[in-house]
């Protein structure tokens, strides 16, 4: 019986210990992990570890690179649940000359390529970024929110070069409001509107 005792003690230990020593080598084994899923001669680096609290996960920074390249920048991020799935992300830099470095790759037969096969994986979410940023054309920066559902998926952009609101309905895009100023000193350009998008759109395959 004592043998059985300290057994069970050990593996008792072993099951406190373990959470702890994978949370403080999350930098190590989560791009590694990450690495199975993404497009070959890409890869995440997480330089700081991530911290779970009792109602959210924050990521410091995590950026994503293809070769030595760094394509995405994250900073400040917090996932929560409050009644739907909340990512909010202080910044993002995207930088759009990495885009051409990514390696050429089939898609996988399960692959989604209509627009309503990738609105059906949309699960229930927000998602606010506070500072979107796509290089060369910083000047387009600006604050995203998102509110996400299958059915149903609500835009908003505002930034000092571009506003706009829309509404996407599976195919039906509602435009209620796209404010943009292309040259300094003349109005801006308004536009408004609904318009329905292709069953597969080009930036899907």
Known sequence: MKGRYKAAI????????????????????????????????????LDDSPRLTRSALKIPR????????????LSGAEITHPSRWKLHIASLDVDSVCLSKLP????????????????????NSWLTID???????????GKLSMALT???????????????????HGQALTVSEFETRLVDGQP??????????????????
Do not use: H, N
């Open 10 to 45: 050990a593996l008792l230990v072993i099951f406190l210990i373990l959470p702890l020593a994978l949370l403080l080598t999350l930098t190590r084994w989560v791009p590694t992990l990450a690495g199975i899923w993404l497009p070959a001669g890409t890869r995440i680096a």
């Open 62 to 73: 995590l950026r994503y690179l293809v070769g030595d390249c760094e394509l995405a920048r």
């Open 104 to 123: 050429e790759s089939e898609a996988s037969p399960g692959a989604p390529r209509t627009l309503a096969e990738w609105q059906s994986m949309l699960p």
């Open 131 to 141: 500072r979107l940023t796509l290089s060369p054309w910083q000047q387009w920066q």
């Open 150 to 168: 299958p059915a149903i998926q609500d835009i908003i952009y505002q930034g000092d070069a571009v506003t706009l609101r829309a509404r996407l």
């Open 188 to 205: 801006p350009l308004k536009l408004v509107g609904g318009f329905t998008l292709p069953r597969s759109p080009l930036f899907l395959f």
